[in-house]
């Protein structure tokens, strides 16, 4: 015999746990959907996915390779100039960013001219990194400009879209993570 105050569901038998039958049947569908997802992820891991290759790596590497040429040689006129905290007052300064912003817009022109076209998801990697180089760049052409006006002005940099970061780091890791090493953004600014 139950209590009124028994708050405890009862099925049709007398026997409590009346909506649990449902849930019973439920726990074993689970365990096997979880078992056939982790079966599946592994099959992936083993037989599809190229361990090979890091997220944004590009598999073909013509263009890394290239690239990384092309940037060591503007690396080179770069460290030629004096790094602009050196200089002795803002239009120094100014100058001095604007040459270096010089060098870095013929790097991506060079930079454009061998970007795959194919395939296209690298295709598009390469053009959207490049894309964050140009929003680099216009930063630093932008900073320069404000130096002639304003000896105070500080160097402000976009944030990559969709994301709170700066542009400079998504540049930064696409060039660590294809093996570009002088394809990152100078520290000539600091």
């Not at 992820?41 to 590009?58: P, S």
């Not at 239009?91 to 001095?96: G, I, V, Y």
């Not at 960013?97 to 194919?118: F, G, K, Q």
């Not at 105070?152 to 542009?167: S, V």
């Amino acid at each position: 015999m139950t209590s009124l105050d028994d708050p405890t569901p009862h099925g049709a038998d007398g026997e409590p746990g009346g909506d649990e039958a449902p849930r019973r049947r439920l726990g074993p569908f689970l365990a096997v959907a979880g078992i056939l997802a982790m079966l599946v992820a592994w099959i992936y891991m083993l037989f599809i996915y190229d361990t090979e290759l890091m997220i944004d790596e590009l598999a073909d590497r013509t263009f890394p390779r290239a690239a990384e040429r092309v940037c060591a040689a503007a690396v080179a006129q770069l460290d030629e100039l004096p790094l602009a905290p050196t200089a002795r007052n803002a239009r120094e300064r100014a100058e001095t960013v604007a040459r270096s912003n010089e060098i870095l817009e013929a790097m991506l022109d060079d930079l454009d001219a061998l970007a795959p076209t194919s395939p296209p998801d690298a295709a598009e990697a390469v053009r959207e990194w490049l894309g964050d180089w140009r929003t680099y760049l216009t930063d630093r052409v932008e900073y320069a400009e404000a130096l002639l006006v304003d000896d105070g002005a500080r160097f402000l940099e976009t944030p990559k879209a969709g994301t709170n970061r700066q542009i400079s780091s998504a540049i930064d890791a696409y060039a660590q993570v294809n093996r570009m090493d002088s394809c990152a953004t100078p520290a000539d600014l600091s």
